[in-house]
Every structure is written in C-alpha cells, then in structure tokens.
C-alpha cells in the first residue's frame, strides 16, 4: 500500500504533473521577465503565465464556421495526454520508478506526437494564417527531430540506453545538438518560425480561445520542464536535486539568452542549419559512441 502512495505521489505530486506544470511556468515567466529586464523593458511579472491560464480557462470555447470542431478539441487534448506521458518517464534524480528499458525511445515518440498534433489543430481551424504556422511547424519538426533524435540516441548508446544521470563532455557535439534542437520545440529565437506574429498572427493557434488555448498553454509548460530536465540529467549529469536546480537553472539562461540575442531565421535557413550543420555534427558523435571511442 505504501508503494502504491508512493508511486501515486511521484505520478500527480513531485516530480509529476503538478511539478511539471507549476515549474514550466515559472521557468516561462522567469524567462519573459529577464529577456524584458535585458531589453530594459519591465516586463510582466513571473506569475504572469498562470494569472493568463487561469483567465482562459474562464473562457468559452469560440468555434468558427471553417472550424473543424471535433478535430479542434481533441488535438489539444492528445498533445496534452502525451505530454503527460513523457512527464512520468522523466527522469529526475532519485525519482525515477516509471523508467523502463527503451523507455528513451517512448519519450522520443510522445514528445514527437504532442508536436504532430500542435500542427494538426492549426490545419482544423479553417484559418489560412493557422494553416500557415503548421506547415512551418511541421516543415522545422523534420528539421529539428533529426539531431534531437541523434543527440539522445548518442547519450543513449553511452548510457546503455537507460535514463540515468550521465555528463555528456566527451559528446560536445551531441550536447549542441540537443541544445539547438530544443530551441526549435520550444519555439524560441532564432526558430519561432511557426509563431511568428509579425506575419501570421497566433500561427496553428488563431482562432484557438478558451480552454482549448489554455490546454496548450499547459503543454508549452510541460515541454519547458521535461526539455530542459533532461538537459540537466542527461547531458550534464545531475545526480541529486541540488545540481539539478543548478543545471537546469543554467540552461533557461543559455535560453533567455538566445531568445535576445537571435532575429528569426527563415523556414529554409532553419532546415539548413539543422540539417547540414547540426545533424552532421551530431552524428559524428554517434559514430564516435558506436565505435567506443
């Protein structure tokens, strides 16, 4: 019974889904607020991300006529279900009882899946400016999964494919990869190619409103947790709470960072980089981890 608690707790409680969502949007509003403080902007407050899901959530559900309704409330809810799913094979020091062997490659495809079906909802909105953003969004998902696939396969191939903590310094080019890549999943400068306002307004999301929108929301928060965790764990070795708030906290800097340095690059100059810069790379040090050496 008490392992039952136990294992209850770590899915719903710590480092489960509260954790993940509470966490995800903090490290959002951290985020917005030091990439405002670098700009010499105020910015919002830290809270802003909940005080915004919270508000949605006190929304209706606006359905227009070009909108595929059924298709629009179930992508939402598929995105969010396999992100939940990657949230319980997280692993996080000392709290990893859901971890199973291949469990990194069930990771890799759930986290492709709550992706593939963001786009989807931007193509049952009906909406040109919606179906713009998810041909972006698909178009950089081919071109960003290729070295994140490889940069975790490296580390797993290392690691006897375990999700265990492991310092990824004899894989710098697997770590840049994974680094990159996750500037791309997570939309962020110089790869928000799929959200650009400036030229498609919301990108899959317009026409999205009310808790459809917050649903999202929640997702977006997730994918910063589970990201930038396994960042932590996997490629800089967290052991124990402690240098894993260290490691994690380092790289939603390294991320601030990008997101204010880096204009938005084009749809064919993200393929490029990802394919013809990064990925070469990527599998040098997967060669590099096959051979042994």
Known sequence: MN?????????????????????????????????????????????????????????????TKETVGLLATFCPIISFAAMLTVVMLLPIPGYTPLSFEGSLFVLIYFLIMSSVFFAIAGFAAGNPFASVGSIRELSQ?????????????T??????????????????????????????????????IPEAEQEIVAGPLTEYSGPRVA????????????????????FLGANNISMFVLASLSILIL???????????????????????????????????????
């Open 215 to 234: 649903m999202f929301e929640l997702v977006k928060a997730a994918s910063y947790w589970v990201l930038i965790s396994l960042g932590a764990v996997l």
């Open 141 to 153: 998902l081919f071109a960003y999964e290729f070295p994140f696939i490889i940069a975790l396969v």
């Open 3 to 63: 392992i039952d608690i136990s294992l209850l707790f770590y899915i719903l409680i710590f480092p489960g889904f509260l954790t993940a969502f509470i966490i995800g949007f903090l490290y959002m509003g951290i985020m917005r607020k030091i990439a405002a403080r670098m700009q010499h902007r105020i910015g919002p407050p830290i809270w802003q991300p909940f005080f915004d899901f919270f508000k949605l959530m006190s929304k209706e559900n606006i359905t």
């Open 155 to 192: 580390i797993g191939v290392a690691n006897a494919f375990s999700l265990t903590p492991y310092i990824a310094v004899n894989f710098p080019f697997a770590l840049f990869a994974f680094f990159t890549s996750i500037l791309g999943k997570l939309s962020l400068p110089p790869f928000h």
């Open 255 to 293: 991320l601030i960072i990008f997101r204010v340095v880096f204009a938005r690059l084009t749809i064919s100059q993200a393929f490029r980089i990802y394919w013809f810069i990064i990925a070469p790379l990527a599998l040098i040090d997967l060669i590099r981890a096959l051979l042994g050496w």
